[in-house]
């Protein structure tokens, strides 16, 4: 992983750790750009075919600030290698006084009840530990141990494809980029390599031909991988940080928790896919910010057990809709690959120069229509979960869903919409509360029967900030209600100009967001969207 998407960042943002993220020693700086390049060769007689123009933090920031209209994120994206964050993030986790940490545990299995789980470890001395819990979270991976003994099946599978990783360190290589810094670069007939962290570590992913299963030797891959086309580049390595054969997968879980509830799963346990459109890790967050405030909701007493239940309802879907972009951009790259076949004498010098420029201009075409992977904003932003039994929803019909782009809506089970306040510094995101925030925009000395909602939200153990907006006309517009119940999660769960009438009516609103009870007349086979890939695809 290389990226943490715009998504992703504006979820640290919520939670007060964006910055600090930004500022790891290894993390790609704010002025370096997100290109991608693909050539014959990053060797010296390497020829640039096309690239793919990505702006950097700093003029994705510019533009998010100048184009104020709720249709950008909180936060541009993160250039930085999965090794940093995962370091990072683990250093904050260890460091919390109410979490306990057992690192070097090894998960055995567990034993569900109608109660709880009961989950047996083996620590670094080879002792054995049982651990009594109400609930246990998979978040072990695509091969997960606990998905397995919980019996939930994978439905997909494998790419018939495989790739030698090698994360490497070379200065020289650093020194010689005849095209200059880039995030990717693919050189013909290979595969492609990462420019990690602005300095001089990259990674390498090659791919393995049909039929081949002895060792590798992950400095010679290294040298095939830089040559492209045009044959072997060997530069000095100065350190082999890490190399391993792995193989992509399209997979996504059955279910994502177990018939009784207790035994749930997140990140790449629940789904796997290829590093195509940076889907997998982000998802993974994504995942952990959903089930963490149903989970605490739950333990808390103010929410319901359907909270877990709509859990994969909710999630499942949207990561059904990101497989199948992938899947549309691994198959970009498949028939990149059929015209490199096509054109390979002219790529490598063996035609006339017309010959190769008419190849060259037939590539460069190609990838321009192709266009970048990690620019779906509507996989990473329009995430909708409107068809959940514990949305309340308001009547309204959904906006127009495209790919490439997020049109912004308070409507009942959307994302709610970054805008920056009239101090242009303070983005909505920034008003949320570590639980349930109601969005409130009046004018001087309003109540509009607000106080209704609060007092029923406190007599209930519902953890809700209020926030006032007055005289924020510009985000009242793009958020369309005067009143905007917004979830931990930061999507919109309730909506309405005017608050509930009556105690009854405000208790009945909290019931079904909190899970305590079902939208009356929801009926639950009938709620999972239609998720269709190009071509009319699907994949349930």
Not at 100 to 105: C, F, H
Not at 340 to 362: F, H, P, R
């Amino acid at each position: 992983m290389d990226l943490t998407n715009c998504r992703s960042m504006e979820i640290l943002r919520m939670l007060g750790l964006a910055a600090d993220y930004r500022a790891q020693a290894n993390a790609v700086s704010a002025e370096a750009n997100f290109d991608s390049v693909f050539v014959t060769s990053l060797a010296p007689e390497g020829r640039l075919l096309a690239d793919w123009r990505i702006p950097s933090v700093n003029e994705q920031r510019e533009y998010i600030r100048t184009h104020n209209d709720g249709t950008q994120p909180a936060e541009p994206g993160q250039r930085c290698s999965q090794i940093v964050f995962e370091a990072w993030l683990k250093g904050i986790v260890v460091r919390k006084a109410n979490v306990t940490s057992k690192l070097g545990w090894t998960y055995v299995g567990h034993i569900e009840t109608d109660n709880g789980v009961t989950a047996s470890f083996v620590d670094g001395t080879g002792a054995s530990h049982v651990v009594l819990a109400r609930y246990l979270v998979g978040c072990d991976g695509g091969s997960s141990r606990v998905r397995k003994c919980a019996g939930i099946k994978m439905l997909g599978g494998q790419i018939p494809v495989r790739f030698y990783l090698v994360h490497f360190r070379s200065a020289e290589l650093a020194q010689k980029l005849k095209f200059g810094r880039f995030w990717h670069a693919f050189p013909v007939g290979t595969g492609f390599m990462i420019d990690q962290d602005e300095k001089d570590t990259f990674t390498a992913h090659y791919p393995i031909p049909d039929g081949m299963h002895e060792s590798l030797d992950p400095r010679e891959v290294v040298y095939k991988m830089l040559g492209g086309c045009l044959g072997r580049w060997e530069i000095k390595i100065d350190e082999v940080l890490v190399h391993s054969e792995w193989q992509p997968s399209f997979s996504v879980a059955e279910t994502y928790s177990t018939e009784k509830g207790h035994v749930l799963l997140a990140g790449d346990a629940a789904h796997r896919n290829p590093p195509h459109g940076g889907y997998g890790m982000n998802s993974g967050v994504v995942d952990a910010i959903d089930l963490g405030w149903r989970l605490a909701a739950v333990i808390k007493g103010y929410g319901g057990e359907g909270l877990l239940e709509a859990y994969g309802d909710e999630r499942r879907p949207m990561m059904i809709r990101a497989l199948q972009r992938s899947h549309r951009h691994v198959f970009e790259h498949v028939v990149l690959g059929d015209i490199y076949n096509k054109v390979w004498e002219s790529l490598v010098g063996n035609t006339s120069e017309a010959e190769q420029q008419d190849a060259l201009a037939l590539v460069r075409s190609y990838l321009i229509t192709s266009g970048p992977e990690t620019l779906d904003r509507g996989i990473e932003l329009d995430l909708r979960y409107d068809h959940s039994p514990f949305i309340f929803p308001d009547g309204t019909p959904p906006v127009p869903w495209e790919v490439k782009s997020y049109q912004p809506s308070t409507r009942p089970g959307s994302r709610a919409p970054h805008v920056f306040l009239k101090n242009g510094v303070t983005s909505t995101y920034d008003l949320f509360g570590a639980e349930w925030t109601l969005v409130y925009f009046c004018e001087e000395d309003e109540d509009n029967g607000v106080r209704t909602l609060t007092d029923t939200a406190k007599r209930m153990g519902f953890p809700l900030q209020h926030v006032v907006l007055r005289g924020e006309e510009h985000v009242r517009r793009i958020w369309e209600r005067d009143l905007v119940l917004v979830r931990p999660d930061t999507h919109v769960a309730w909506r309405a100009n005017e608050a509930p009438a009556t105690r009854e009516e405000a208790e009945n609103i909290l019931q079904v967001v909190a899970g305590k009870m079902p939208l009356p007349g929801h009926v639950r086979d009938g709620d999972k969207p239609a998720i269709a890939g190009e071509g009319g695809s699907s994949f349930v």
